[in-house]
Nanobody, 125 residues
Framework: QVQLVESGGGLVQAGGPLRLSCAAS????????TAWSRQAPGKERGFVAA????????YYTDSMKGRFTISRDNAKTTVYLQMNSLKPEDTAVYYC??????????????????WGQGTQVTVSS
């Protein structure tokens, strides 16, 4: 079992930054591929970014490239999502998730086994 706790959400003005954290606990938590997804009101949950256990070659959905950065600190078993130049359309609940086994398609949210409870991000215009 892996437990995930997100933090860092809140209210921010458009153009501002915010950093989300995902703290993982449990067996081999630092060895899993970790992703961030988000769900806006009335919309399906969508993939944002993912990083493998090594931290190398992070993967982003196209609309996030250049604004969002995913990173991890395996010593702390924590994965971060640095979000810059936030827009009102970034308003959503942000979730982190981990994949227990190797996955080739990082953007498929169905590949992830464990999910956190989410943290609300609200961007005001």
């Amino acid at each position: 079992q892996v437990q995930l706790v997100e933090s860092g959400g809140g209210l921010v003005q458009a153009g501002g930054p915010l950093r989300l954290s995902c703290a993982a606990s449990g067996h081999d938590a630092s060895t899993y591929t970790t992703a961030w997804s988000r769900q806006a009101p009335g919309k399906e949950r969508g993939f944002v970014a993912a990083v493998r256990s090594s931290g190398a070659i992070p993967y982003y959905t196209d609309s996030m490239k250049g604004r969002f950065t995913i990173s991890r600190d395996n010593a702390k078993t924590t994965v971060y999502l640095q979000m810059n130049s936030l827009k009102p359309e970034d308003t959503a609940v942000y979730y982190c998730a981990v994949a227990r086994d190797f996955i080739s398609l990082l953007s498929a949210t169905s590949n992830y086994n464990y999910w956190g409870q989410g943290t609300q991000v609200t961007v005001s215009s």
